[in-house]
């Protein structure tokens, strides 16, 4: 074997490891911008895909610390929030504190004070619908706020304040039809509205005895009909017998 060759054996077997090293670095490198894609395209899926609150829990769990992991725990916390979980709901809203996902920020904030109206924590509800709508006036969610603050007021007690504040920001929308079938159908909920007094067990149960003993009362002074007799049906003639 000539020098040459030599050399250049030894300078193979001294690279050798190095090729073999970028090799895999590579080849990792590929395979791990394949996992992403991958992941992010299931991710995707289950953000378009996921519905029921079993289905969306399982998501945001699979995918916790992606991108999707927002929009997945906020969908979550919608979900939680129609089937009156509110406790569940205000948890996750609040977990975001000032850290939405793109395109969705506000949406905690205002989830957050929706979860607070329905757990009749109203003027802190209220509160927290007043300040979004007054530093979030282009927001497409500063009409929820106000209309939420509006449905605070009522709630609280002060249903004219209610009304009135509802007519003002029906004559600030402007040509909106939208925005304005929104104002009018919270002034026609409000205008039905009627706070309830908070009674105790024993004065329910009470008041149902005194309910049902008025319907007795009414149903003792009322008659029985009595239906007059009727006539005996009479018996049909027998039909003349055929001549053979």
Known sequence: MNEELEQLIQEVKSILPWLLAAG?????????RKYMADKRAAAA???????????LEDAAAKFKGSKTEGVLRLRLAKSYFDSAN?????????????????????????GKAQCLEALGKFDEAREAFDAFAS???????????????????????????????????KASVGDDELAKSRVESTIEIVKRYEKRAERSLFEAADAAQKQLEAEAAKDAE????VEAPKDEAKAAPAAPAKAE
Do not use: M
């Open 86 to 110: 509110y406790d569940s709901a205000l948890e996750i809203y609040e977990s975001f504190k000032d850290k939405a996902p793109d395109g969705f920020e506000g949406v905690p904030v205002v």
């Open 222 to 225: 009322k008659k029985p009909e």
């Open 135 to 169: 530093a979030n006036e282009k927001s497409f969610l500063a009409l929820t706020a106000k209309l939420g603050s509006a449905r605070c007021i009522a709630q609280g007690g002060d249903r004219d304040k209610a009304i009135e504040a509802l007519e003002a920001l």
């Open 45 to 55: 899926e289950a953000v378009a895909n996921a519905y029921t609150t079993e289905e």
């Open 24 to 32: 895999i670095v590579v080849a990792g490198y590929h395979g791990v």
